[in-house]
């Protein structure tokens, strides 16, 4: 009986760090494409979300996206809207909502989803043209999502 | 301000950083060895009428040096490994102890073949591509052994065929036995595959002429095949090239020779109908 207790015990507790710390990829609530929760629940870090932007082994968002605060990083692209002035155009929760899954908020938008891991046709496994096995994961990780909306939210014009 | 005036600004903003940023295909005009004018911008073929007016071909997204090593058969390295496949064009091998040249005329008696391929076979009741005809000659009349799909060989063999029809148009059947393949082809087009959600269609028929980081998206147009490519130096085939960019989506990739790529390369194709054959063309 006591075993029981004790495991019942466990399982609640650890349940109820994994709802408070982290949000999973299937679990995020869009509401008009926007995500109000942080989905890692601890505050993004502005340079840490720098990085992951202008780095193409990480987000790699200015391969679409041109940003002028990241002029030391070479070829931006064109293919998506600059980010200068992101921060006056949308609420925190949008921008979480954009990265996370851009399609919940414009129908058919080009941009990868990088906090997803369902219903992708023929998913690889990163760049090697093989299929995903076990190690897929989402794009970005909660944190990085976190600290790429962080360094959104200074962009202003 | 709600969410459309966002979205309205925003179109704005990047309409304006586009046109600005970017002067979209080169105007230029392809003279093949001064002599042979080459058709690298036309309308499109009636089955695009919907999505573009103009098909143009991958030079034009190339920058100056580049286009103009293509223009001189003595500048284009690619010609070296058509030099290469004539010889092997001349060269007896299998069990029936022949080469091309045993059934063929001169090389040149190819002229207009690489126009119509991919093409329906009616003994093999399939679409096929040029590198399964020349493995089907192979194989099957000459007692040899059927060539790598995507290796230098067959590739330089490709090229020597597609040599002697550059300025000819490019001009695949899509209608009667070839349709059902074609459109397979057409929707694995827009099919977005891949951890990246990406098509062909994504950035080839509605981001050709932006920048993606440090390339310049072109539309995809497989008349200059195969390219001799200056990443790689050496020949590449169409099949490569599709599996190469369906990886770049983070997907699981379809093998050359696979039904999937010769139902792609037959639509990809016949979206430039009408452009000259250039391979072997030079890209970046």
Known sequence: ?157 | MNKYNKIATLVGVWALSSSAAMAGPADDTLVLNEETEMVTRTAAPAHLSDVMDEVISGWHFRGVETRAMQADDFDNPGMIFVEQAQEAWDTADGSEGKSCASCHDGTESMAGVKAVYPKWNEAAGAVRTLEMQINDCRETRMGAEAWDYTGGTMQNMVALIASVSRGMPVNVAIDGPAQSTWEQGKELYYTRTGQLEMSCANCHEDNYGNMIRADHLSQGQINGFPVYRLKNTKLNSVHARFKGCVRDTRAETYKPGSPEFIALELYVASRGNGLSVEGPSIRN
């Not at chain 1, 869009?30 to 720098?50: F, I, K, M």
């Open chain 1, 1 to 157: 009986m006591r075993t029981r207790m004790t495991l019942a015990l466990a399982f609640a507790v650890s349940a109820g760090m994994a709802t408070a710390a982290e949000i999973p990829p299937t679990g995020v609530s869009y509401e008009d494409g926007a995500v109000a929760a942080s989905l890692s629940g601890t505050p993004g870090n502005v340079d840490e979300g720098r990085k992951i932007v202008g780095s193409k082994k990480l987000g790699n968002c200015v391969a679409c996206h041109a940003v002028s605060d990241l002029a030391d990083v070479p070829f931006h692209g064109e293919i998506g809207p600059p980010l200068d002035g992101a921060a006056d155009r949308w609420s925190e929760a949008e921008l979480r909502g954009i990265v996370a899954n851009a399609k919940m908020m414009f129908d058919g938008t080009m941009m990868p989803s990088f906090y997803k891991t369902e219903g992708f046709i023929r998913p690889g496994k990163a760049y090697t043209g093989k299929a995903a096995d076990d190690t897929f994961g989402p794009l970005l990780s909660a944190q990085q999502i976190e600290d790429v909306v962080a360094y959104l939210s200074t962009l202003k014009e």
